[in-house]
């Protein structure tokens, strides 16, 4: 995030206020596990989403996830930062969701900024998330056809 140590802490309160406040629509009747996410994109608007389980489980899809795909549909390509929230710890996208971020990663890689409901946050980049991310169909990717 550009601008200075404060302007990046305020971008980030703001991210984890709408990632706390989406968590608020989760959809989580089975595991209970409630969770918020929000992306901030380059154009500097923030999008959110909520977990959504489901019955059969394996179609339940993350809060990051739904977050990304609210940007994407809204024209967004260039995540800057994701902000997740869930009670207890924090903790990180699984790597399904890392890997969806990584799609629409620009040259620096997003900050993934992983809250709690008690004002705990901890800030990793999307590369030491996921270090190994798979971009080798990218079309724009340079190492694409060595
Ligand atoms: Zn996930």
């Known amino acids: 995030m550009a601008g200075g140590p404060e302007t990046a802490k305020r971008a980030r309160q703001k991210l ?25 994109t380059s154009s500097g608007r923030i999008f959110t989403g909520c977990n959504v389980e489901n019955v059969s489980y394996g179609l339940t899809v993350c809060a990051e996830r739904v977050a990304v795909w609210n940007a994407a549909a809204a024209g967004e390509r260039e995540l800057v930062a994701v902000a997740v929230v869930t009670d207890g710890a924090p903790v990180f996208p699984c790597g399904a969701c890392l ?10 890689p997003p900050v993934i900024i992983a809250a709690n409901l008690e004002g705990a946050a901890v800030v990793r980049s999307l590369s030491e998330c996921l270090p190994c991310a798979f971009t080798s169909f990218k079309p724009d990717n340079p190492e694409a056809g060595e």
């Open 16 to 40: 984890i206020a709408a990632a706390l406040k989406a968590r608020e629509q989760a959809y989580a009747p089975y595991s209970r596990f409630r969770v918020g996410a929000a992306v901030l």
């Open 99 to 108: 890997q969806v971020i990584q799609e629409f990663a620009g040259t620096e």
